[in-house]
């Protein structure tokens, strides 16, 4: 199947998520970590501000979007002819590399985050429009609380090295979750802004104006 426009088309659909044919996934069910979608965060360093959210995936429950998603960083790799360390891709097993960090032990983090403000829905799939809405978008979307996301994987090779990255485009909340506390994940290991550039985009058409499933 192609895609007609912009609406994304269904490639498979697994536990924990889909996988879209032109290369984008929805995970589904996601603990939000440092959701920064009301406005762009440069982060401790001043760089340059982008939205951004860190998720957290349960090896279990999100099994098969997991296994898709390494799938897909493999078949990048072999494309590009390069290895990518485990400590350059967007999606990180907590186990071991927050080790540190209770809420990521037994999860896989991913992390995204755009230039271009992702597209924002309610619980009942309503966009939020960030003129009018920006009360409920500070309320519904902190830390703890259940998410799903649309991201976009690309690879980067410049200046900044090897890494394959993936944008935002699109967080619907789910539900209420339980708010993290000051022992939450620590998102500036995430993104590393001294080797991550989101200049580019693989696979996709940039922007966050896609037609998206009404179960996203």
């Given at each position: 199947?192609?895609?007609?426009?912009?609406?994304?088309?269904?490639?498979?659909?697994?536990?924990?998520?889909?996988?879209?044919?032109?290369?984008?996934?929805?995970?589904?069910?996601?603990v939000a970590s440092y959701p920064h979608?009301?406005?762009?965060?440069?982060?401790?360093?001043?760089?340059?501000?982008?939205?951004s959210i860190v998720g957290l995936l349960d090896k279990t429950e999100h099994a098969g979007i997991i296994d898709l998603i390494r799938e897909d960083l493999k078949r990048i790799m072999g494309e590009k002819k390069v290895k990518v360390?485990?400590?350059?891709?967007?999606?990180?097993d907590g186990d071991k590399?927050?080790?540190?960090?209770?809420?990521?032990?037994?999860?896989?983090?991913?992390?995204?985050r755009e230039t271009t403000r992702p597209t924002l829905r309610d619980a009942s799939g309503n966009k939020?429009?960030?003129?009018?809405?920006?009360?409920?978008i500070q309320e519904l979307f902190y830390g703890g609380a259940i998410v799903s996301l649309v991201v976009n994987p690309w690879y980067q090779d410049n200046k900044f090295g090897k890494r394959?990255?993936?944008?935002?485009?699109?967080v619907r909340f789910v539900e209420d979750g339980t708010p993290f506390g000051e022992g939450r994940v620590?998102?500036?290991?995430?993104w590393d802004d001294d080797d991550y550039d989101n200049s580019g985009s693989s696979g996709g058409k940039g922007g966050s104006d896609f037609e998206y499933d009404d179960d996203i």
């Open positions: 199947m192609a895609e007609k426009g912009n609406k994304l088309v269904v490639d498979k659909r697994v536990k924990g998520g889909v996988r879209y044919t032109n290369g984008m996934f929805r995970i589904d069910r996601v979608l009301d406005k762009p965060y440069a982060g401790e360093d001043g760089g340059e501000p982008k939205f360390s485990a400590d350059k891709l967007y999606l990180k590399y927050f080790e540190d960090k209770e809420e990521c032990q037994g999860r896989y983090v991913l992390s995204a939020l429009d960030p003129k009018d809405d920006m009360d409920e394959i990255n993936a944008n935002l485009r699109a620590d998102d500036d290991d995430a």
